[in-house]
């Protein structure tokens, strides 16, 4: 997989320390290129639900996350990303010892990209994927960090 320019992975970085949800949820990038990221939630009993597999809004938020990540790879600087609409599919209960969401851009717009989100469910070697889904994002100006 190609890596992102230093600057732009940076920039993502630093977005993604900053947003509390990812803190809370104990989730962190493991991937940052070019139109795609890569971000990792660890399983523990704080991101389940009564069942014990990992709570659909914990996969839904770090599939959110990697896929407007992935298209703040290509923004230009002094930009910033939101989420206009997502759809995430959950195609089987999620459990193993942590989740892999990979968020890819499809069309990199002038205005809105959209993105392709995935995450898998892994122990060890072995990865199944749990969910799938679409996001369209769209570019803003920046905005002061908080």
Excluded: W
């Excluded at 009993?45 to 290509?74: K, M, R």
């Amino acid at each position: 997989m190609e890596e992102a320019i230093p600057a732009i992975q940076e920039r993502i970085r630093s977005s993604f320390e900053r947003q509390g949800l990812m803190a809370h949820l104990g989730a962190r990038l493991s991937h940052i290129g070019p139109g795609r990221v890569h971000i990792i939630l660890p399983s523990r009993p704080e991101v389940t639900q009564q069942h014990g597999y990992f709570h659909a809004g914990a996969t839904s938020s770090i599939a959110d996350s990697a896929g407007g990540y992935a298209a703040f790879t290509l923004f230009p600087e002094n930009t910033s990303v939101l989420t206009v609409e997502y759809k995430i599919n959950l195609l089987s209960p999620a459990e193993g010892e942590y989740l892999e969401a990979v968020g890819e851009v499809l069309k990199a717009g002038r205005t809105l990209s959209v993105c392709r989100l995935e995450v898998y469910a892994a122990t060890g070697p072995k990865r199944s994927l749990i969910a799938t889904g679409q996001q369209t994002l769209i570019q803003i100006e920046a905005r002061p960090n908080r």
